[in-house]
């Protein structure tokens, strides 16, 4: 069983920056952040494969501002989130899960996941 802990999140201005952190207790191979605002489905912004590449994937409401990237050495992902905006105020959950196959937008595909940290923005 591996656990996910998320760190990072905060409060900031529009057009601010923040990143954060998702440190495993165990190897991954696929590893996302998704948000999740109350009354709303949790929804994919960025995933990382770390197959040959690696792959990277970026919700089009967030591509150009936020990155996602991976130390396998540590089994750390981070996601560098800039020009944020009001609408990106959200819960943040880092997923994960091991060798197979997968699709980086679905919920569904992850084994595990953090506890989730709190991103606010304000106009």
């Known amino acids: 069983q591996v656990q996910l802990v998320e760190s990072g999140g905060g409060s900031v201005q529009a057009g601010g920056s923040l990143r954060l952190a998702c440190v495993a207790s165990?190897?991954?191979?696929?590893m996302a952040w998704f948000r999740q605002t109350p009354g709303k489905e949790r929804e994919a912004v960025a995933a990382?494969?770390?197959?040959?590449?690696?792959?990277?994937y970026y919700d089009a409401s967030v591509e150009g501002r936020f990155t996602i990237s991976q130390d396998n050495a540590k089994n750390t992902a981070y996601l560098q989130m800039n020009s944020l905006e009001p609408e990106d105020t959200a819960m943040y959950y880092c997923?994960?899960?091991?060798?197979?196959?997968?699709?980086?937008?679905?919920?569904?595909?992850?084994?595990?996941w953090g506890q989730g940290t709190q991103v606010t923005v304000s106009s």
């Open positions: 165990g190897s991954t191979s696929h």
């Open positions: 990382v494969s770390t197959g040959v590449g690696p792959n990277t």
């Open positions: 997923a994960a899960r091991g060798v197979g196959p997968w699709c980086p937008w679905s919920p569904g595909m992850y084994n595990y």
